[in-house]
């Protein structure tokens, strides 16, 4: 049986260097590859891939981190959090920049682009301290991570109410350093009454529940709005 996780693990570590059928892999193979020669100095200039490619890499490479997050437990989200993002990009890059290219990349060849740049926009949230785009960069993974939970996870629902006890103490002092930024209080209003709901929750009926209006409310892509934003600058 396939496991994606231990395939991409292998495809970065450079152990696998084989085809592989799962079309999710092979996305994540190609994403990897573009990253990589996008950020090493010194890298080729990118393949002239179509503007298709482009155009649904971000998302791609979004929904990508994401899932590869969501294999792990709570306990890791609650200390790497605030790095997930970076890491798994400096990890292909690391990998990346010793392991040799896998059969399948394109040939490059003259006809080639400059590289594009990833670009870190942050300007909507100028002023806002530091510490509160930790806590929502956090609580985003936590939230995401929730909505997933099955009722017979009880490994799982048990620390999502350690870590909602966890997040209430630190709440109040995020509300504080959060200042004028009424949207962002008024966010972390709404999923402080979540977590205290997460943190009381004993039943599946209470976890359906929490799961559907988290969701219905948006509040994930709230937190997610508040942060800095990664867009991808072609250069072409």
Excluded at 10 to 25: K, P, R
Excluded at 28 to 49: K, M, Q, R, S, Y
Excluded at 195 to 200: S, T, Y
């Amino acid at each position: 049986m396939h496991d994606c996780q231990k395939y991409r693990e292998d495809w970065l570590a450079g152990t696998e260097e084989g085809q592989v059928e799962c079309a999710e892999c092979r996305s994540f193979c190609e994403d990897a590859n573009a990253i990589l020669i996008a950020t090493v100095v010194g890298a080729p200039p990118l393949p002239d891939v179509s503007a298709e490619y482009w155009a649904g890499f971000e998302n791609r490479l979004r929904k990508s981190l994401v899932r590869e997050n969501a294999a792990r437990t709570f306990r890791a989200y609650w200390k790497w959090a605030p790095v997930a993002a970076g890491a798994a990009i400096a990890a292909v890059v690391t990998w990346g920049s010793i392991r040799p290219a896998p059969p399948a990349a394109p040939q490059i060849t003259k006809q080639q682009t400059a590289a594009p740049q990833i670009e870190v926009v942050d300007d909507h949230i100028q002023g806002l301290d530091p510490a509160v785009v930790t806590y929502l960069e956090r609580s985003e993974l936590f939230l995401r991570n929730y909505t997933k939970i099955e009722p017979s996870d009880r490994e799982d629902l048990d620390d999502s109410r350690a870590l909602a006890k966890q997040s209430l103490k630190e709440i109040g002092e995020q509300k504080k350093l959060a200042g004028n930024f009424a949207p962002v209080r008024i966010t972390l209003d709404e999923y402080e009454n979540f977590l205290r709901e997460i943190k009381n929750s004993h039943s599946s009926e209470d976890l359906a529940d929490i799961k559907k209006r988290v969701l219905a409310r948006g509040l994930i892509a709230n937190m997610k709005a508040y942060q800095p934003q990664f867009l991808l600058v072609s250069g072409r």
